[in-house]
């Protein structure tokens, strides 16, 4: 497994800074116990009042459903560790545990669900917009492209691989319209946008502000419908997230250009302004300026991190469902800011110049990470492809600023 050698490999094992309490998202009673509801229904409780008496060997932690451990070990400088045991466990979850509901997430421009399970975790469900093979058409506008399931899917694992570890798990999952969504959801809105098409196939269409009518329905096949479940992050009540416009945010207008596009010398000023100033924020933005060039996505606008952390933590690579649309085009203009600053980690650019070597191809080792999802393939071999032509390109404008 070239994966395996991978993260074996010294520059996967650099150690992050020791993880004191005030270092976690949750500070957990370690005497706090779920435990399943005595009715013999499966559905998780908090019991401040259960006995701290466990099983031999077991802490209350034992008993928490994969979701909840999730949450409960991000920290600071992770949103995961390398090496978590708990990553197989929640991915096989995602693509496995019976869904008890299915509502509409409320914004957006295009239809998402929310999916709950038996034990309260919930997933954020992408539905299946166009096949693997087709391209995004060259007079499309970013901002009017599909969003795609796949994207999410690879999205995950790149970043992986990439070891920045900033996007929640995503596992591909067939769902079945009717039993999974139709008849439980509890969303007026949706149910109503149910309808059997002249093919004899389900189909459905939410409300949202672009892609929500009879002309984009998704329909099943008659009614399976493939989709991406991502894991949520915890509920905003508790764990704050802090939303930032990107500096390098495109201008969403058809033929007006955002200042960065015009100006040079636009990281001078971008060095200025809080927080760019201080801190390894701007490096951070680089590196996931990189994970968007390696997938072609432009879609860009914003990212978060937890309050709680204030300014010294990690990006979160959020809604990456517009990547992976073309092979055939390589998007310079994504690595702006990488090519504006040139500025990158040391740690991020040895392990680009790892990737690019034969042993630790990254095509080779994303082809290999996506096999495991229930929905492979997830990527159409050109994209894979382009993959490893991209990561040259970005090591050659690392190379001119050295050079320079």
Known sequence: SKLAALFEHPLYNIPIPEVTEKDKLFVINPMEKFSLRSSGSD???SSSKAETLLPTGKTAYDTYPTWLKFHVGINRYELYPRRDPLLPMLLRDLATQRIVSSVQKSGGTQLKLIMTFPNYGQALFKPMKQTRDQETPIDFFYFSDFERHNAEIAAFHLDRILDFRRIPPVSGRLVNITKEIRDITTDKKLAKTFFISP?????????????????????????????????LLPDKTLAKRHSWRSPWRRS???SKKAEWELNPNYCTHVRQTPPYDRGHRLLDLIDMTILDFLM??????HY???EKFGNDTFLLHLDNGRGFGTHSRDELSILA???????IKKSTYLRLQLLATQPYRLSDLLREALATDPLSPILAEPHLQALDRRLRKVLVVVGHCLAG
């Open 43 to 45: 559905e998780w409780v």
């Open 199 to 231: 093919a004899g196939n389900v189909c459905f269409y939410g409300e949202c502000s672009y892609y929500c009518s009879t002309e984009h329905a998704l329909c099943g096949k008659p009614d399976q419908l493939e989709g991406s479940m991502a894991a």
């Open 252 to 254: 969403y207008h058809k």
């Open 296 to 301: 072609g996505n432009m879609d860009r606008h």
């Open 304 to 306: 978060e991190t937890f």
């Open 337 to 343: 800011p990488l090519q504006q600053c040139c500025s």
